[in-house]
């Protein structure tokens, strides 16, 4: 079983920054992806960027440029930072990890971007 906890969302200028945290329970080594999704009212969840145990990383079109994923392995967490961040930014985003046939999800933070 593989739990995840985010954090660091809250409310930021357009242009802003901020850096989200998840933290995973147990080795981080075991698990093969993990990745930042995040969910608008009235859409549907969309992944916004993924990184590889091997330290890959891929990131939707609309973040390139402004977000950035990383992990640390001595900690067990994985970071998304989001610079210059816009109003259409604004979601719920959650925490996600695959390992083996699970597929696991954290409980989600707001980031809520004013114009």
């Known amino acids: 079983q593989v739990q995840l906890v985010e954090s660091g969302g809250g409310l930021v200028q357009a242009g802003g920054s901020l850096r989200l945290s998840c933290a995973v329970s147990?080795?981080?080594?075991?698990?093969?992806?993990m990745g930042w999704y995040r969910q608008a009212p009235g859409k549907q969840r969309e992944l916004v960027a993924g990184?590889?145990?091997?330290?890959?990383?891929n990131y939707a079109d609309s973040v390139k440029g402004r977000f950035s994923i990383s992990r640390d392995n001595a900690k067990n967490t994985i970071y998304l930072q989001m610079n210059s961040l816009k109003p259409e930014d604004t979601a719920v985003y959650y925490c996600?990890?695959?390992?083996?046939?699970?597929?696991?999800w954290g409980q989600g933070t707001q980031v809520t971007v004013s114009s």
């Open positions: 996600n990890a695959l390992r083996g046939l699970g597929n696991y």
């Open positions: 990184i590889t145990s091997r330290g890959s990383t």
């Open positions: 147990g080795s981080i080594f075991s698990i093969n992806v």
